[in-house]
């Protein structure tokens, strides 16, 4: 099944330290999301986009729907101890009446 | 606001035993969906419901089974569990298929020995 390549797969960070991330796909999407998991827990939803070229933000986190609507791009500015963990894009495409979800294969956060 | 329960947290099992990992959601959603997460290779989609009585296979359906006799809940069933099952398995569920947020559970760790 596709994947979404996202990008990088894992980084250090240091506190204070603004943080982007990628997610690239050989289809468009409708659209994108962007999930952060803790450890021992499920993925929880940070972002949904629905727009090509639409910026969104949800406090220190920035996220885009590319113009191609084949990315998303996810930025965390300022980072501190608990932005730690794994992030995921998703897109999904409808088709139809039919859509289908597909997750990336995660940038794990650490310090 | 107990959203989606899975059980058991983890569970260890030997080569060819059987199990249900169990889900229930309580926010009347009607998508429901079994994930299995392997490390660093993301979610991949094992089976999902569109309601009640109506279940479709996934990206990799092989070794499991599914029912979803009520709105509530969605067993994911392990028959002649293999090394390769070995994996976080996570449930979800969501109103529409057309939203994309889906809402987890905080997942079942399966080891097969």
């Known amino acids: 099944g596709q994947q979404l390549n996202q990008s990088p797969q894992s980084m250090f960070i240091q506190e204070g330290e603004d943080v982007s991330m990628n997610c690239t796909s050989s289809s468009i999407f409708n659209t994108w999301l962007w999930y952060k998991q803790d450890p021992g827990e499920g993925p929880v939803l940070l972002i949904a986009?629905?727009?090509?070229?639409e910026l969104t933000s949800n406090g220190r986190l920035t996220a885009q729907f590319g113009i191609t609507r084949k990315d998303s791009f996810l930025n965390i500015s300022a980072s501190i101890p608990s932005d730690v963990g794994i992030y995921f894009c998703a897109g999904q495409a409808i088709t139809g009446t039919a859509s289908k979800l597909t997750f990336g294969t995660g940038t794990r956060l650490q310090v | 606001n107990a959203g989606v329960t899975q059980t058991p947290k983890f569970r260890i099992l030997k080569i060819g035993q059987s199990m249900t990992l169990q889900c229930t959601q309580d926010m009347n959603h009607n998508y429901m969906y079994w994930y299995r997460q392997d490390p660093g290779m993301g979610l991949k989609l094992i089976y999902y419901s569109v309601g009640a009585g109506i279940t479709d296979k996934g990206e990799v359906p092989n070794g499991y089974n599914v029912s979803r006799s009520t709105t509530e809940d969605f067993p994911l069933r392990l028959e002649l569990a293999a090394p390769s099952q070995t994996s976080v398995y996570f449930c979800?569920?969501?109103?529409?298929?057309?939203?994309?947020?889906?809402?987890f559970g905080e997942g079942s760790r399966l080891t097969v020995l």
């Open positions: 986009l629905y727009k090509a070229g």
């Open positions: 979800a569920s969501r109103w529409t298929e057309y939203t994309g947020e889906l809402f």
